[in-house]
């Protein structure tokens, strides 16, 4: 029987965590997290929706893929477009977007990050960041607060307390500053998030605290003893490096993970480039990751291809492909009739080649970029389901 947990009755009370089995030879696990939205089981890719919908595929497309949960939108772009009024008028992301099941959003700290880095789009300050909406006129001034309460319009499941992304290249001094200005913020999120625990709707929201501390491994571990010990249902990790650099991210992992209670799911953020990065990740006890990678190595004409195979006591993503994807522009593909991936159940690959892939792309047919969606978010699932059967065969 798993142990279940539920943090805090008063901040969400449709949030439970049970931890249903641990793998006996890493920190990997399996968790069941009940939401409003029905459940999902961990380890859980979240495809990324930005804009309110994860490119180029359906929710039809999502479920048939294995998503259980997805990231949808996030609160700096909702704001820009369509404006957050229109959110609230269709009773929330979930409704607007056509997606029923489990939901996470961004609190819109790494698009913030990304703005800051020209002055003339973004500031940061101690209050927040400013910024102009695209195209207009209108001045944005995000706070913590604001950023709930624009989490509470979009209604996801599982919202993030605002924070302050730290750039790979800051100093020790820059990136102390950074964590202890995120802090602040969260515990300013949390108050929000107290006297406010329900989205607009009336469901019950689950609020995650994000560790930040840049490369610094003492400020890392001081960051996750601050976040751990704050009434948050669940705890990430953030920055800049974490998913961008892999190594550095299992790294990280490491330094903080005696700091990350078991009852709450861990959740880095970004993470998901390549299947390996799933299975380095779960390795070492993360529960949920997210990334854009699979949608857009999609468009791009990148495709998985590989197998998941025994690795000592564990797995890893086995690959005769660079970076375990193939090109699919490549003209060697041109009259290639196999699927992309031989053993991959997917729509795609259950039922077009190669070739008609490849003339596809060279015909820049919208087509190509749903079909080849798929088999990308296919492929992050799939590798997640795997990750469970090892770890629930040992029971």
Known sequence: MGETYNHNDKIAPQFTVEIVQRHANSHARVTRIATPHG??????????????????????????????????????????????????QAHGMHQFMGWSGPMLTDSGGFQVFSLSKNNELCTIDEIGA?????????????????????????????????DQCTPDTSNRTATQLIMERTHRWLQQSIAYHQEHPNSCYGKAQALFGIVQGGIFADLRCESADFVASMQTDGIAIGGETIGFDMQKTVEVIRWVRNYLPETKPRY??????????????????????????????????????????????WLTFASDEPHGRIQIKKSCYANDLSPIMSSCACYTCK???RAYLHQLFKEKAPLFTALASIH???????????MKQLILSEH
């Open 268 to 313: 880095t953020m970004g993470v998901g480039m390549s299947p390996q990065d799933l299975l380095d990740v779960v390795a070492e006890g993360i529960d949920m990751f997210d990334c854009v990678a699979p949608t857009r190595n999609a468009r791009h004409g990148a495709l998985y291809c590989g197998a998941v195979v025994p690795h000592g006591n």
């Open 39 to 88: 459940e999902f089981t961990t380890p859980s890719f979240m495809a990324v929706g930005t804009r309110a919908g994860v490119n180029n595929m359906t929710p039809n497309e999502l479920r048939a893929a294995g998503s259980q949960i997805i990231l949808g939108g996030n609160t700096y772009h909702m704001l820009c477009a369509p404006g957050i009024e229109i959110i609230k």
């Open 130 to 162: 400013h910024f102009h909406i695209p195209g207009t006129s209108r001045l944005i001034h995000m706070t913590p607060e604001m950023s709930l309460a624009t989490q509470k319009i979009i209604g996801a499941d599982i919202i993030m307390a605002f």
């Open 376 to 386: 990308n978010v296919h492929v992050m699932n799939n590798v997640c389901d795997m």
């Open 351 to 353: 039922n077009y080649s």
